[in-house]
């Protein structure tokens, strides 16, 4: 491992090329990460299953997730390298990838499932704590361009990984599903290699104070009460990524309706992805300013509703591919003021805990609603993507319950 010193080099170079490593990395396994559950939906596809046992697996991988995010936010916040949690994080990662590329096909259900939870052991590292670091990694640059191109990171890798997926489950007839879970272990693999050129400097030099006691750097998380615009936030955005359950669960089934190919829905989510790239495009060339981050949350989320609705009437896949694009335009603007607000509002001790907090809280929405869209397979894909729906209309009227007043502002900041 690299001393001190050699980290504290590292962390003066330019800029853009810190920020360049660490949007490269985070691409990079927030890429594998969103490519895992397409690929063990179209695994168990692959071997004769269900789309329902497919369901399970990605729901045991996000619970186990979401259960877990806080504390290993907390762990990393206490690090003075934080670099090696996240280096411990993908290991693990790379480890249950593949596991699961020797198990699919080979392991009753149940064995599959324990190894899915395991996995999601490690998956708050990508999926929350990294953006904790980029304000670290990159001091020196304007708020919203740095989380621009972090929620950038999170489109690159939403089109990457399924369409990368996708790609292999079209392609390779012999084992789809165990090529399709391969695609994620190699972009692990790369994950690995590149994390530790990442500048992130040491913990001592961009805290003042001491490491504070484990408990009290958990209870950090009450600002996630305690302040309005986060409460606000962190309810329509945890509920409203709920629907991603539905889905990554429905969009093989709508593949292999409209196009006769269920990887054809896995290139759905790509297409997703693409229209939030473009969307976050558009915002860091012309932010919105005349709104704030918390009325754009619920009027885009009300909008996402009205898109999943169409995509459940889409007649054919090409109707339903422009609708994931809107779909995706349409999110951009949420996800960043979302970041926006996470980042304004998260004490200096406990950044890492507050953003995997939030993401874990997503992962485990996620979980529930891959499970509820489980359970709605033998309706067909269209009742999925109207649960979807609602599930957005859902996340805005429990956001507006539930921080309708003003609570006093934490001291801890």
Do not use: K
């Amino acid at each position: 491992m690299p001393s001190a010193d050699q980290e504290i080099h590292a962390f003066t170079s330019g800029p853009r090329q810190r920020l360049a490593l660490y949007a490269t990395v985070g691409s990079l396994g927030r890429a594998a990460t969103s490519g895992l559950p397409s690929a063990l939906v179209l695994a168990m596809i692959s071997i004769g299953g269900s789309a329902a046992d497919g369901a399970v697996m990605v729901a045991a991988l996000t619970a186990v997730a979401g259960l877990v995010g806080p504390l290993s936010g907390a762990a990393i916040d206490r690090l003075e390298f934080p670099r090696r949690g996240y280096l411990a994080g993908v290991i693990v990662l790379i480890i249950g990838s593949a596991a699961l590329v020797i198990g699919i096909g080979q392991w009753p259900l149940p064995v599959l499932i324990a190894v899915a939870a395991l996995t999601g052991l490690a998956q708050p590292v990508f999926t929350g704590a990294w953006s904790a670091q980029v304000r670290r990694v990159v001091p020196d640059m304007p708020l919203a361009r740095v989380y621009a191109i972090d929620v950038g990171t999170y489109n690159v890798a939403e089109i990457a990984g399924p369409a990368l997926v996708g790609v292999a489950f079209i392609v390779d007839a012999s084992v789809p599903g165990a090529a399709s879970v391969e695609v994620v272990l190699g972009l692990y693999l790369v994950t690995a290699l590149l994390l530790p050129l990442v500048p992130i400097p040491p913990r001592s030099a961009t805290h003042t104070g001491p490491v504070i006691p484990f408990g009290r750097t958990l209870a950090q998380m009450r600002v996630m009460w305690s302040s309005l615009s986060l409460r606000r936030n962190t309810f329509i955005g945890t509920i409203s990524f709920g629907a991603f359950g539905f889905i990554v669960i429905g969009s093989p089934l709508l593949g292999e309706d409209l196009a006769g190919d269920a990887g054809f829905g896995a290139l759905l989510l790509a297409m997703i992805a693409g229209g939030a790239l473009v969307g976050t495009i558009w915002l860091a060339r012309a932010p919105i300013v005349r709104v704030g981050p918390g009325t754009m949350a619920i009027f885009t989320t009300l909008l996402l509703a009205v898109v999943l609705l169409g995509i459940a009437a889409a007649p054919t896949m090409t109707v339903a591919f422009v609708l994931a694009l809107v779909f995706g335009f349409v999110q951009a603007p949420q996800l960043t003021g979302v970041f926006q607000v996470r980042d304004r509002e998260s004490p200096q001790q406990a950044r890492s805990l507050v953003f995997a907090t939030a993401a874990s809280l997503r992962t485990g929405a996620f979980a529930v609603g891959s499970l509820t869209a489980g359970a709605l397979v033998d309706s067909g894909w269209r009742p999925i993507f109207v649960a979807a729906a609602l599930t957005q209309i859902l996340s805005v009227a429990l956001g507006l319950l539930f921080a309708a007043r003003q609570h006093r502002r934490p001291n801890s900041r």
